[in-house]
């Protein structure tokens, strides 16, 4: 148990510190709380509860509670003792969601859901499982009488269905669940200062007209984001990198055959769902999803970039004077061009296999290879003369491409969580903004083994630990 | 068990944390609302059915060596309290309890009661203890659902749950 140091954040807590000055002692408080559905506590080696640190509870309960906790052990936190239930039920029916789908998502038994829906006694760390399968923020739940996390994307993720009927109901879920990555990704990298890298793009609601289609302005924008992120005309060699530079989360996820990408807006925030089923087995065509969704999000204005945005495989490998919607147009043509600029294509005119060679240089997709030599070519050959035998990715596209799950070093991590996400949550236990328990919940393993895997972590991701 | 089984197995201690002002210190008296618990009907102003500690009809309540004494938690005391509140020490005067907590009378039947162990000064620090103080109200003659324990915590559980 933690002694009790007038010096430190208690005395400053119980003086009535100012804020900033409680959360900058917080950050240096080894103190531990404990906490329940019910209750937040002090910490003690027989609690079972989620432990959280001085930081994470200051910043989540405020002071008055974390007083409470000090002068008399422990202090409620539940604000209605059916608002847990009610709040995971209603989310669940809002998703269109069935309990024995949260309860795979969230890895619990069914009648755990069903309990919990009940708001029944049962452990915090159910509870908060299903929380996070939900999309919503597992620290308000019982403390806040409504949900907190992504009202308005659960809304969206409920209609969606409706203009893409392939959105099967693990779709959903695995969206939702993606969404709580990023939401807590971003909440994390916020409190750790960790600012994205600035660029001068900004949106642009410039989708053609006559004479002007929004293709030939989604080309535009591609050489405009070479321009600004200094990314010359060669090759990108990782996508993921510069959305995690440009503090993007992208977000690993498995949505089934037909869907490529999403696009979510929290906070303000919009991050990226990449499939790894279907098409996007394949790295080069995961570039391009990225690639594709980087257009909407750089670029799109706000309405048409609503909180949910979905992309179908077979939009993106569609030729982009094929496809009707002007914002989807423009997207497309933006992810061919960014990939492989039409001036450097064109260098490959004469060579002996220049389809191949464009696939193998710019790691690019073969239909997009394709269609991108012949528009480069003005189309003045017939396409079906512009084939290549080469389907096979470079295998250091995959090896920059790919996130970790296959070599992280936390052996049953989510794919969800294998990004850079888990890089995040080590840090953040680093510097006492979570706790080693809570992170190593987060990234499904015991307190131990992520304590020794962080030096493994941080090797993988030395961005989020550089601005230490 | 009874009384006297629960202090012989619980003897009474000192309250575990300083009191948040004098006025905590003070002993209040039958003049102010105590009352000691004894077989049912309980002699009580305010009765109520709680979800949570601390809700409306909310009384306090002690083991010690004289009995169990209980005062409403918002009692009109003679003296007004500094902290608005009685608190568990108000009770003892500060002197040595085995075990506290909170306890309501149910509006419609006299001889139940719902009981929890919430007291930062003299509540049980473990399951066992908090169901031995809820059998020594039955043992009264009290029907006593209990709020049981919350192991998430390890303390007393703030909320009545099933």
């Known amino acids: 148990m933690n002694e009790f140091n007038p010096t430190s954040f208690e005395e400053a807590l119980v003086a009535g510190s100012s804020d900033e000055n409680l959360k900058s002692l917080a950050q240096t408080s080894e103190r531990i709380f404990v906490r329940s559905l019910d209750q937040l506590a002090e910490d003690n080696p027989k609690a079972k509860g989620r432990r959280l640190t001085a930081y994470e509870s200051l910043t989540v309960y405020g002071k008055d509670i974390l007083r409470e906790v000090i002068a008399e052990g422990s202090a409620l936190l539940c604000d209605s003792p059916m608002a847990a239930g009610r709040v995971l039920q209603e989310r669940r029916k809002l998703l269109n969601l069935s309990v024995r789908q949260v309860a795979i998502r969230a890895e619990v038994d069914q009648r755990i859901v069903e309990e919990a829906e009940k708001s029944r006694r049962l452990p915090v760390r159910e509870y908060e499982r299903i929380a996070r399968s939900l ?4 620290r308000y739940l019982s403390f806040r009488a409504e949900p907190v996390g992504n009202e308005r994307l659960a809304v969206r993720l409920r209609t969606i269905g409706d203009e893409h009927p392939r959105m099967t109901e693990p779709a959903v879920s695995a969206i939702a669940e993606a969404a709580w990555v990023a939401m807590t990704q971003i909440r994390l990298e916020e409190a750790l200062k960790i600012q994205p890298c600035r660029t001068g793009i900004k949106p642009s609601s410039n989708y053609g007209g006559p004479g002007y289609p929004a293709f030939l302005h989604g080309y535009y924008l591609a050489q405009n984001s070479r321009e600004e992120l200094k990314l010359g005309t060669g090759r990108i060699n990782s996508l993921r990198q510069l959305c995690e530079e440009l503090g993007i989360p992208l977000v690993q996820a498995e949505l089934g055959e037909n869907l490529a990408g999403v696009t979510v807006q929290i906070n303000g925030r919009r991050a990226i769902v990449l499939n790894l089923d279907g098409q996007n087995r394949h790295v080069y065509m995961r570039r391009s999803t990225i690639a594709h969704e980087l257009g909407h999000l750089l670029y799109d204005i706000a309405p048409s970039l609503n909180e949910l945005r979905v992309d179908d495989y077979s939009e993106l490998e569609r030729p982009v004077d ?9 997207a497309n043509a933006f992810s ?9 294509v064109y260098k490959f005119r004469g060579n002996n296999d220049p389809v191949g060679e464009i696939m193998d240089w710019f790691w690019i997709s073969y239909t997009a290879a394709r269609y991108q030599l012949w528009n480069a070519l003005e189309r003045s050959i017939p396409l079906e003369k512009l084939v290549s035998k080469r389907r ?17 070093p936390l052996r049953n991590i989510a794919m969800s969580r294998a990004g850079r996400f888990s890089a995040v949550a080590v840090r953040a236990a680093e510097v006492n903004i979570i706790s080693w328990q809570t992170a190593a919940e987060y990234l499904n393993c015991a307190e131990e083994e992520l304590k020794n895997a962080a030096d493994q972590i941080r090797d993988l991701f030395p961005a989020v630990f550089s601005s230490q | 068990m009874i009384h006297l089984d629960f202090i012989r197995r619980y003897p009474p201690s000192n309250p575990s944390r300083a009191a948040a002002n004098q006025d905590e210190m003070r002993k209040l008296t039958s003049s102010d609302g105590v009352k000691l618990l004894t077989a049912p ?29 209980y005062i409403l938690e918002h009692a009109l005391v003679t003296r007004p309290l500094q902290s608005g509140r009685v608190t568990h020490t108000n009770l003892t005067g500060g002197a040595p309890a085995s075990c506290g907590g909170e306890i309501w009378f149910d509006p419609a039947d006299e001889v139940l009661v719902y009981i929890n162990g919430c007291s930062g000064r003299y509540g049980p620090d473990n399951s066992r203890k908090l169901e031995d103080a809820v059998e020594v109200v039955r043992q009264l003659g009290y029907n006593v659902p209990s709020f049981g324990w919350d192991s998430d915590a390890d303390k007393p559980a703030k909320v009545l749950r099933r």
Do not use: N
């Not at chain 1, 061919?336 to 450097?344: G, L, R």
């Not at chain 2, 009907?41 to 004289?66: F, N, T, Y």
């Open chain 2, 41 to 69: 009907p309980a002699s009580v102003s305010e009765r109520r059915i709680p979800m949570k500690s601390g809700d409306p009809g909310c009384h306090l309540w002690v083991i010690d060596q004289s009995g169990i004494p």
């Open chain 1, 336 to 344: 061919v061009e960014f990939i492989a600029p039409q001036k450097e």
């Open chain 1, 322 to 330: 094929q496809i009707r919607d002007p914002v989807e147009q423009r």
């Open chain 1, 392 to 408: 096979e990715p470079a295998q250091e596209a995959e090896a920059q491409e790919a996130y970790t799950s296959y070599i992280h």
């Open chain 1, 135 to 138: 999309a919503l923020d597992e």
